[in-house]
């Protein structure tokens, strides 16, 4: 451990180093203070004072920074190496009276794949790159603008992360209903468009059983091969090519995961929190990452797949925040501080996803944040509203919400319905309890046996599999948006549904 000697003639405390490492260049660094005071410009400037003429390296760090204050122990910052000891001597000299302690760190500015970072260092790095930023602000109007863009970088991040997300998120649902729709047929009159939209230039619109619109310019697969769609043949056809396109879509996101971007695979959740706490996986954030989950997002859903909407949204919205840090070096050459807008990122996620901004904040708080200060809960709120917001102003559902199934319910509820409300909720559980328990049955079965040295195998057998199964049932062929808002909306007169049966 580290010796310490104290006395008036100032002294110093250094720890035992590995010969191999004393070669490198070092910091002597006093124990590290809050950086919420590091960011409040109304603090008095004593570095400025005492030493207004900083040296720095090619990255911003300080050689030099000390902190004087007359009658009291000195806090002292300086770069130091082992084979030149005169950065060392000028305390000798320089407090004579006074008591100087250090603290000798290795600073290593980059970190290795799979380790974790040093939440210590990063967080006294990014104080000391803004004192040298604040003590420069006086020399020209490009040092004071500096300090400002740097000081307003967190707000201009999560403001660009939360128009990301937004984006991405009505992308995704425009593109998977879109998709979705082709399984069953096409819109002839514009191929880009989806049963719903395909029908709204018509004026004859009729509904089948689960209230889907029929009308001329929208084409099932039967009738474009001109086979009869009355017939078992039509039949037996369209539901080969429901199947069809499922695989389809399924091989595709498979070929293109696999190929371009494994990291892309999974939910993420588990994986965020981890980087979140502190460790590095590159790659995981990346472009690419972000480009293949993006597209991998609208084939999954498109295929039938049962597959949610958050642990994805969550981490695409965490790969706009790893992109859009690396153009702030207060965040980019600083994981610590990056893990701010990481937390804010995973927020919007799950805002986009649900159009819940309070509980994007929620999550990212209580359940996958590690480091989370108070100035990041503002910025995660503003972060959510505003994915929340875009989502809206792209209105991908068609409904004028941001969420996927708005419920509107103007009858009152009768006391005599507590009872099937009760019963609902025990099912409920019951029903997920042995959902939760089958899922990790057949995670453990498969790292023990054969079947799951073949993953890309399993998707495309899974996919065939559900459907297979959903096809015969006419709700399981809709989406799942789609069939949601079947189950939960108030039935009305003009509503052709089987479950809706309103009598006048």
């Not at 056809?237 to 091989?251: D, E, G, K, N, P």
């Not at 995660?380 to 875009?390: E, I, Q, R």
Request: aromatic share 14%; hydrophobic share 40%.
């Amino acid at each position: 451990m580290a010796s310490v000697n104290n006395n008036n003639t100032g002294s110093e405390r250094k720890s035992t180093r590995d010969p191999s490492i004393d070669n490198r260049a070092r910091f002597n660094l006093s124990p590290v203070p809050s950086i919420e005071d590091d960011e409040d410009n109304n603090l008095q400037n004593h570095t400025q004072t005492v030493n207004p003429n900083l040296d720095e390296d090619e990255s911003g760090e300080e050689f030099n920074l000390i902190g004087d204050t007359q009658g009291t122990s000195t806090t002292a910052v300086t770069m130091c190496d082992n084979n030149n000891n005169d950065h060392n001597s000028q305390f000798d000299h320089k407090h004579d009276n006074e008591q100087v302690t250090n603290v000798t760190y290795v600073i290593r500015k980059h970190y290795e794949n799979f380790e974790t970072i040093d939440w210590l260092k990063d967080l006294m790095r990014n104080r000391i790159r803004h004192r040298n930023l604040r003590s420069q602000q006086q020399q020209s109007w490009k040092k004071r603008f500096t300090f400002w863009f740097d000081t307003w970088s967190g707000w201009l991040c999560v403001l660009l992360v939360g128009v990301s997300a937004g984006l991405v998120a009505g992308f995704v649902d425009i593109g998977a209903k879109w998709l979705s729709h082709w399984r069953t047929g096409v819109c002839t009159s514009a191929f880009w468009l989806n049963r719903e939209q395909c029908c709204w230039a018509s004026r004859d619109v009729e509904y089948d059983d689960v209230h889907n619109e029929i009308c001329k310019y929208w084409r099932t697969w039967s009738d474009i091969f001109g086979i009869d769609a009355l017939s078992v043949s039509g039949w037996f056809f369209r539901y080969f090519m429901f199947i069809l396109w499922s695989v389809i879509y399924a091989t595709f996101i498979v070929v293109l995961v696999v190929g371009s971007a494994p990291y892309a695979s999974g939910s993420g959740i588990p994986e965020i929190k981890t980087i979140l706490s502190g460790f590095i996986m590159y790659g995981y954030l990346g472009k690419w990452t972000f480009l293949i989950k993006s597209i991998g997002m609208i084939f999954a859903t498109s295929a039938g797949l049962i597959v949610g909407k958050e642990g994805p949204f969550v981490h695409i919205s965490c790969c706009c925040g790893n992109l859009f840090s690396k153009l702030f070096p207060k965040f980019g050459n600083n994981e610590a501080r990056k893990r701010e807008i990481l937390s804010a990122a995973a927020a919007t996620g799950v805002s986009v996803a649900f159009g819940a901004p309070i509980g994007g904040i929620l999550f990212s708080l209580e359940e996958i944040s590690y480091y989370f200060p108070y100035k990041t809960l503002w910025r995660t709120f503003f972060c959510c509203m505003v994915g929340a917001l875009v989502v809206r102003t792209i209105n991908p559902y068609g409904n004028g919400h941001e969420i996927q199934f708005p419920v509107e319910y103007n009858v009152p509820w009768a006391t005599f319905e507590v009872i099937p409300f009760i019963g609902l909720g025990v099912l409920g559980g019951l029903w997920g309890t042995l959902f939760i328990k089958t899922n990790i049955s057949w995670l453990k079965y498969k790292k023990t046996h054969s079947i799951g040295k073949y993953p890309k195998a399993e998707v495309i057998i899974l996919t065939l599999v559900t459907a297979i199964v959903c096809y015969p049932n006419m709700y399981l062929r809709l989406t799942m948006p789609e069939l949601i808002r079947r189950l939960v909306g108030q039935c009305h007169v003009e509503d052709h549904m089987d479950l809706c049966h309103v009598s006048i």
